[in-house]
């Protein structure tokens, strides 16, 4: 890939679990592997209950080459309410954060300020929740998030548990442009496109889709998606 492009995938584990009913975390990693990503965003990276340790173990992440963001949850957690970020090499931390969600569920944001191959980018990863009121009412609490910001190139990334077209969703994205849909769930036989990103007007994306060479389709009920972004020109 050349320098002034970055890919960014964004995967739903399932906890490792896959179709066949067996966690396999070294089988998630095989599919993250196959990415060909300089940063993944995960959902469904812990185990649901408290303390919630991870299913995709931190040692195994990173014996793969993976550097895992901490985001500050304690109990052996991987990221914030399930949500983890792994990096390449090359790709830097300047910041990291997390934000609550409204809902009836317990959900988060987890928030990475990076130096990349494209300059610095601000990463969010998100899983939403299963109702769209609430749905809307966490991506309107994300914007304002950003609204209390430095600008900076910005991509949202994760399950947004939207089946609908993005439109649905833009009333509480100002600002950013949710890309054309990619079907990525039920994995056997995608017809949903719960997994998707949103960019500031300053990326673009040169390219993005889902990927469901073996053994994505059996790893997790959720194909994982791509995206190379670029700089606005």
């Given at each position: 890939m050349k320098a002034e492009h970055v890919r960014i995938a964004s995967y739903n584990l399932q906890k490792c679990v896959g179709l066949d009913l067996r966690r396999?975390?070294?089988?998630?990693?095989?599919?993250i592997g196959a990415l060909q990503a300089q940063i993944v965003v995960l959902q469904e990276a812990d185990k649901r209950l408290p303390p919630r340790p991870a299913a995709l173990p931190?040692?195994?992440?990173?014996?793969?080459?993976?550097?895992?963001?901490?985001?500050?949850?304690?109990?052996g957690s991987l990221g914030w309410h399930g949500n983890a970020m792994l990096l390449a090499p090359g790709i830097d931390i300047l910041k990291t954060d997390h934000i609550d969600l409204p809902g009836l569920?317990?959900?988060g944001a987890i928030l990475a300020e990076l130096a990349t191959p494209i300059g610095p980018l601000r990463v969010?990863?998100?899983?939403l929740?299963?109702?769209?009121?609430?749905?809307?009412l966490q991506l309107a609490a994300i914007t304002r998030h950003l609204r209390r910001l430095p600008p900076l190139p910005t991509?949202?990334?994760?399950?947004?548990?939207?089946?609908?077209?993005?439109?649905?969703?833009?009333?509480a994205t100002p600002g950013l442009t949710i890309l054309p849909e990619r079907p990525s769930f039920p994995s056997p036989r995608p017809v949903a496109p719960?997994?998707?990103?949103?960019?500031?007007?300053?990326?673009?994306?040169?390219?993005?889709?889902?990927?469901?060479?073996?053994?994505?389709r059996v790893a997790s009920d959720?194909?994982?998606v791509w995206a190379d972004l670029a700089r606005q020109r």
């Open positions: 396999r975390p070294d089988r998630s990693l095989e599919v931190h040692e195994m992440a990173e014996d793969e080459g993976w550097h895992v963001a901490h985001f500050g949850e304690p109990g569920e317990p959900r969010l990863g998100v899983h929740g299963l109702i769209r009121r609430y749905r809307l991509v949202l990334a994760g399950d947004f548990n939207e089946w609908g077209p993005a439109r649905a969703l833009d009333v719960l997994d998707r990103f949103a960019l500031s007007p300053d990326l673009r994306a040169l390219a993005h889709g889902t990927h469901s060479a073996r053994p994505a959720h194909l994982p």
